[in-house]
């Protein structure tokens, strides 16, 4: 089955420091990268969908310049967390889908980012 | 637009008793309709999905789900909870031609000895 690597699955950053983030499919081209935000106990929220060598699309409500997205390649995507504070605390998870197997993404491990 | 509703945040069932998790979606297209597996500091792993053809899907672990358009819900079940079974479940919908998923609320499932 297809496996997409996110590294790290936890980190601790102090606050005003910048954290990133990688999404790596092992075994397909991932054209299409998604970011989630998942607080404590709820659902998974997108923040951004990115396509390989594109811009990524911000949903309403994400501050694109704190969180930044690269797609540079079609095995890896990053999401860097810029000037973090303690609210950004959170599990974020990748997903990552393939134009050959678009019905359905898959899914990275998560990282649990705490900021002191 | 598209959205999903899980009905219940928490599920309690005792070990061997049948398992049944509700999902109610709505969607302007035909849809795609899945439902992941969550443990805890984990990511999300495919129980099943439905994309067309039989409406009554078999998953992993052996799980099984219905699509029923007319209920618009897709209801994940199991005969007999395992206590591998507790873990958070996540219901999602994806229009045909579209990119995002869009997932429910979630439901924790807690299995009892």
């Known amino acids: 089955g297809a496996v997409v690597s996110q590294h790290p699955s936890r980190v601790i950053c102090k606050s005003g420091t910048s954290v990133k983030i990688e999404c790596r499919s092992l075994?397909?081209?991932?054209?299409?990268m998604f970011w989630y935000r998942q607080f404590p106990k709820q659902s998974l929220m997108l923040m951004a969908t990115s396509n390989e060598g594109s811009k990524a699309t911000y949903e309403q409500g994400v501050e694109k310049d704190k969180f930044l997205i690269n797609h540079a390649s079609l095995t890896l995507s990053t999401l860097t967390v810029t000037s973090a504070h303690p609210e950004d605390s959170s599990f974020y998870i990748c997903?990552?889908?393939?134009?050959?197997?678009?019905?359905?993404?898959?899914f990275g491990q998560g990282t649990r980012l705490t900021v002191v | 637009a598209q959205s999903v509703t899980q009905l219940g945040s928490h599920v309690s069932v005792s070990e061997g008793a049948l398992v049944l998790l509700r999902c109610n979606y709505s969607?302007?297209?035909?849809?795609?309709l899945f439902w992941y597996v969550q443990y805890p500091n984990q990511g999300l792993q495919l129980l099943l999905k439905?994309?067309?053809?039989?409406?009554l899907v078999k998953g992993i672990n052996g799980f099984e789900a219905e699509f029923k358009k007319s209920e618009t819900s897709f209801h994940l079940t199991k005969p007999s909870a395992h206590m591998s079974d507790a873990a958070e479940y996540f219901c999602a919908v994806k229009g045909a031609a579209g990119n995002k998923l869009t997932f429910g609320g979630g439901t924790r499932v807690l299995v009892k000895p």
């Open positions: 969607s302007s297209v035909p849809p795609y």
């Open positions: 075994d397909f081209q991932a054209t299409t």
């Open positions: 439905y994309t067309t053809g039989a409406t």
């Open positions: 997903s990552a889908r393939s134009r050959r197997m678009n019905t359905e993404a898959f």
